[in-house]
């Protein structure tokens, strides 16, 4: 065996010694494994990546022994476009693994990231994806450790594919399960909603849409950590409110815990401009997908602690008390308007708006 | 806090009333994640993975805490025709990234899986692949531990890519490092190469080719953990010979260790039907795609051993010893023709089988 420090030796003569990316475009070469792969890899993702872990460029990353168990969850990035205001598919791909490991009470430790991508595709345009990544993670203090690339021929794709996988502890203070909600229980969320999906709407441009709206994708870590330690085991369960919006968060729950919602739907907060979105496009904002709220079931002498926590942090200082957890009528999610009837919320059916994330 | 009986009494109780997948095609709405999204994940995929931690349907899996430190690795496959003698991508993606772990000496533990699908794809298409996938992973003693379904617009996709990213944890036994090759090291292949490639190739039918292979896509696990077992810390380290080929993983090697290489050529197995496609169509075996070979390097004295070990699993039996690990030209691959001649063996340039993975 050679000695620990002749692998960083040569590891930073292979680094001094990296290919340099050249081409414009993608081509079906970057993707072959090859000499094209190698200057993909080593002249653009491994030095904005830029970690140890990656540099060994093995078959798989090694990660130190984790402190506990393992939390572990995937998502694949389909948007379109790629970019749009307030981020891109490559912050997106970093935030929503990020905060599904997040609102499971597992503090994000490392991502991989698989890339699809179209022959053609500008590497300029990759590189500004890689460089949000790369930024994304690096905020969230993750580390992107292993990543793999594939080409697929024009029109086989639009423009780039982006999964991300995650692992992170799971941290001492949680006690989360859709199964320990109780009745009485109240339901927080965390800002205003729809932002993220009526942003991408808006930047499609196919319809005649404009307002001064941009996407909440965010890393959901910081505010959970408060809330942890704020509520301990009174916080029963969080769900980030991505595809499907609040309603379908709110219906998993439900169906989950058997127990059924009160949504006081005047207090959930929505964007003006969001709000006159939805109401022209015949949406309603509660199937809209977000990118950085959650959704989270207090007990109620917790409600008010943990609502301070959230707003104690940057992108919560906008989220509102909307619910209550009641026994009846289980499974389901009802809405009491602001005229004081109700209506049933069902989940999302159908798909007004596909490619959201 | 509610008790862990409470909580298996409503998981199986959700079980019973898992929803069901009625429809005959994929739609956009499969992937909204709404009561479509709910019919396809638990109808279709929940059932066929069929463990307790998937079942929970949380935003993230929860795993016990490993017994050391981790591998994690992350592979995309788009591979077409998704059927092929020998496999699919189903168990393609199952393959590929467990042997990601086990060439890094990790024992595969858990995968998460990333599905793109194309919006029209016959779901009966999808359920075999699940199946294909649910059979593979089981095979493999490795965990479905997560999953992710996104649907993209007909044409934005080529019936379905799938992603699959693995944990594994690093084997006591493992000392693997390409920076530990030494010179007089023996360099092994465990079978015959090419065939997954000349096997994809000829499925595609595009071509006027017809012959008996079938792709070696297999679990290489069983064959990694012998290995350690009769060559402990004299197994410096392997490869899986992917894309790119065998030629391919040798300069990976050759340039990490910064040593050369001489490959008997003659030595190297080669299927006669393989040999032949890739006479008739300008290619050279080396570079051809494997997705059950490996390449090992080891010490002199462990050589015989080492193959002893490889024959003893069921996909080793035509292993062979093709090369050993020179001090000259550092870096670089040479072939040593059967005419006693030398040759040039750089990686891969261009892609002459694009997608065959």
């Known amino acids: 065996m ?17 290919p340099r990316l050249k081409d414009e475009r993608v081509t079906m070469a970057h993707g072959a494994g090859g000499k094209a792969s190698r200057a993909l890899v080593e002249g653009l993702i491994v030095p904005a990546f830029d970690n140890a872990v990656l540099d060994r460029l093995g078959d798989a990353a090694v990660l130190p022994r984790p402190s506990g168990p393992i939390a572990m969850t995937t998502d694949s990035f389909v948007v379109r476009p790629i970019r749009f205001p307030g981020g891109s598919i490559g ?16 503090r994000p430790q490392a991502l991989s990231v698989g890339l699809i991508l179209e022959e053609g595709l500008e590497t300029s345009v990759l590189r500004d994806e890689i460089e949000a990544m790369a930024a994304a993670a690096d905020a969230a203090g993750v580390m992107l450790a292993c990543g793999d690339t594939k080409v697929v021929e024009r029109g ?24 320990s909600v109780q009745v009485g229980d109240r339901v927080i969320v965390s800002g205003p909603i729809g932002d993220h999906g009526i942003t991408i709407l808006i930047a499609r441009g196919d319809l005649d849409l404009q307002g001064d709206v941009v996407s909440d994708t965010a890393d959901l870590w910081p505010m959970v950590d408060v809330l942890l330690d704020a509520c301990g085991p009174e916080l029963r369960c969080m769900r980030d409110a991505t595809r499907g919006g609040v309603a379908t968060v709110l219906n998993e729950i439900a169906l989950a815990a058997e127990i059924g919602i009160v949504l006081d739907e005047a207090a959930v907060p929505v964007r003006p401009v969001v709000y006159g979105a939805c109401e022209l496009l015949g949406l309603d904002p509660l199937y809209v997908a977000n990118e950085g709220r959650l959704v989270a079931f207090v007990a109620p002498g917790a409600a008010e602690r943990a609502l301070a926590a ?21 499974g389901r999610v009802l809405g009491r308007t602001s005229f004081g009837g109700h209506r049933m919320i069902d989940m999302l059916v159908g798909d007004p708006l596909p490619r959201i994330c």
Chains 1, 2 share one sequence.
């Open 2 to 18: 050679i000695s620990e420090e002749s692998v960083e030796a040569r590891i930073e003569q292979r680094r001094r010694a990296r």
């Open 156 to 179: 086989k794709a639009d423009q780039m594919y982006v999964n991300t996988t995650g692992i992170g502890v799971v941290d001492d203070r949680a006690r989360l399960d859709p199964a």
């Open 310 to 330: 959230i707003m104690s942090t940057p992108s919560g200082i906008e989220a509102a008390i909307v619910g209550e957890v009641t026994a009846d009528p289980p």
């Open 91 to 106: 912050s997106l791909a970093v935030h929503g693994t990020v905060n599904d490991l997040a609102v499971s009470g597992a």
